[in-house]
């Protein structure tokens, strides 16, 4: 599962990063305590170039009656996108990027649970992949909502918990986002863990279980 992430950098940064040509965040600041239920950066594919928006964490399907389940929907398992009423039409055709530069996971020790934040040794941005849906209420309201695509841990990630999510390489960003590509067959080898030598962990302050705490002090290493 992830249900907490950080993307610490600016606006400006996020353009660069995705050679975004298209840009409609309305404010955009470093998160250091991303929650499910909140609007959240993401990069989609007009088929010619990358835009930049936001979408709403925790994805309602089309069919849904209330958007409620959306709480329910934060995270889509890779194993089974294609048998999930709620994700198989997505994974042909509604992929997102969602740009992160850390994530939180929560691990049992002694019969407590203590948070880690994750990320790549450099430090650098990366791509979760996302699945996007739009969503009408009967009065017309229009809903744009999104989950993360997790898989299997890596071993670094098989000590802290059993999911993950799904990081994309550079070079797989496109295929990603590409809407030509339906098949989901075609993207499965996208879903294999992060190389974990890649990556670190380290503990952070009970702090971070809050999401009204989103600041610097949600990233520190606790103190050992």
Not at 84 to 99: D, Q, S, T, V
């Amino acid at each position: 599962m992830c249900g907490r992430y950080t993307i610490t950098v600016t606006l400006e940064e996020l353009i660069a990063r995705y050679r975004a040509d298209h840009v409609a965040v309305p404010f955009h600041a470093p998160r250091y305590n991303v929650a499910p239920g909140q609007l959240v950066p993401a990069v989609v594919n007009d088929g010619k170039a990358n835009r930049l928006g936001v979408l709403k964490w925790g994805l309602v399907p089309p069919w849904a009656d209330d958007a409620k389940i959306g709480s329910r929907m934060i995270n889509a398992r890779a194993e089974t996108l294609t048998e999930r009423p709620a994700f198989r039409g997505a994974i042909r055709r509604k992929r997102c990027l969602l740009p992160a530069d850390g994530f939180y996971e929560w691990k049992a020790s002694a019969g407590q649970k203590r948070p880690y934040r994750i990320r790549l040794r450099s430090g650098e941005l990366f791509s979760m992949a996302g699945l996007y849906e739009t969503w009408t209420s009967p009065d017309g309201d229009v809903l744009h909502t999104c989950a993360v695509v997790t898989t299997a841990p890596n071993r670094l990630m098989a000590d802290i918990h059993d999911r993950m999510p799904v990081i994309l390489r550079k070079e797989d960003e496109s295929l990603w986002l590409d809407r030509r590509v339906q098949n989901p067959a075609e993207l499965r080898r996208l879903f294999v863990p992060f190389p974990e030598d890649e990556m670190e962990a380290y503990e952070v302050d009970g702090r971070v279980g809050n999401p009204a705490n989103d600041d610097p002090l949600c990233i520190e290493r606790k103190a050992t």
